[in-house]
């Protein structure tokens, strides 16, 4: 696998948080596997993995529903403030 793959896995990823079928977990996990492989992630990686930050968010009942129930964020290993840290420290700049 080539980092062009691993961008289009994180875009999947991305689709299938959007149907309430993957989470900020499963991008987390893209992107271990990611380096584990010794390919160094660029800025489509975590643009797409802070998609998927967005996607998991939408999902009723992750970050509060719509019936005006309190916010439910679910403890995960990745949250879109720790995407754009994790883009510093890779010595990148976020793009809008």
């Not at 793959?5 to 271990?32: C, E, F, P």
């Not at 970050?63 to 720790?82: H, K, L």
Request: proline share 6%.
């Amino acid at each position: 696998p080539d980092l062009f793959l691993y961008n289009a896995w994180l875009s999947a990823t991305a689709t299938a948080a959007s149907q309430g079928k993957a989470d900020l977990s499963d991008g987390s996990k893209v992107l271990q596997a990611l380096r584990a492989g010794g390919i160094k992630p660029d800025i489509v990686t975590f643009n797409s993995l802070m998609h998927v930050c967005a996607m998991s968010a939408d999902q009723p009942g992750i970050m509060g529903d719509e019936d005006g129930q309190e916010n439910r964020v679910p403890v995960t290993p990745m949250t879109g403030y720790s995407v754009l840290q994790l883009i510093g420290d890779e010595g990148l700049e976020p793009t809008a």
